[in-house]
């Protein structure tokens, strides 16, 4: 199996590395593994969801405030 690195991943999903590496340790990424201090994700991996973009796709967007009244 051929891997890529978090800077390679980063390049590849347009975020920072910063993010892969917490998709890492999050457990998000099917056959990451951490190797001597560095993680190494399939090369065929996709990029895990957006789970806010989730959650507003199945219309839970928060709670709704009513407008403030000026006194």
């Known amino acids: 199996m051929d891997y890529v690195t978090l800077k390679e991943a ?42 806010r973009r989730q959650q507003a796709a199945q219309g839970n967007q928060g709670p709704h405030y009513p407008p403030l009244q000026l006194v």
């Open 10 to 51: 980063s390049e590849k999903w347009d975020v920072s590395s910063r993010q892969v590496n917490h998709y890492c340790v999050e457990g998000r990424i099917p056959g990451a593994v951490k190797m001597a201090g560095v993680w190494l994700l399939p090369k065929e991996a996709n990029k895990p969801t957006d789970r």
